[in-house]
């Protein structure tokens, strides 16, 4: 069992800079892939980025490709999104999410626990 916890979203400029984190408890974390999502209003549930167990092999949506940067920290049991070039449509909760099988994937199917969300909000 995993428990998440996003923290680090807010309010910024379109050009600005944010990092999220993803508290997690539990011992089994460092052997879990983790994931990003986010959600906009009125839209469905995206793909932001993730980041297979060791750190090692990482995997982008297309549209924040450059900009946003996963990682992670098994010693802290935290994983970060690290937003940089934040735009307007980049507004949307985000998710933090664990994939028991290690792996960094696009999909939400093989994520079985997620966080509660943060917001971030990005003005014009």
């Known amino acids: 069992q995993v428990q998440l916890v996003e923290s680090g979203g807010g309010l910024v400029q379109a050009g600005g800079s944010l990092r999220l984190s993803c508290a997690a408890s539990g011992r089994t974390f460092s052997s879990y892939g983790l994931g990003w999502f986010r959600q906009a209003p009125g839209k469905q549930r995206e793909f932001v980025a993730a980041?297979?167990?060791?750190?090692?092999?990482?995997l982008y949506a297309d549209s924040v490709k450059g900009r946003f940067a996963i990682s992670r920290d098994n010693a802290k049991n935290t994983g970060y999104l690290q937003m940089n070039s934040l735009k307007p449509e980049d507004t949307a909760v985000y998710y933090c999410?664990?994939?028991?099988?290690?792996?960094?994937?696009?999909?939400?199917?093989?994520?079985?626990?997620w966080g509660q969300g943060t917001q971030v909000t990005v003005s014009s």
């Open positions: 999410a664990a994939d028991p099988t290690g792996g960094r994937t696009g999909t939400p199917s093989p994520y079985a626990y």
């Open positions: 980041v297979n167990w060791s750190g090692r092999s990482t």
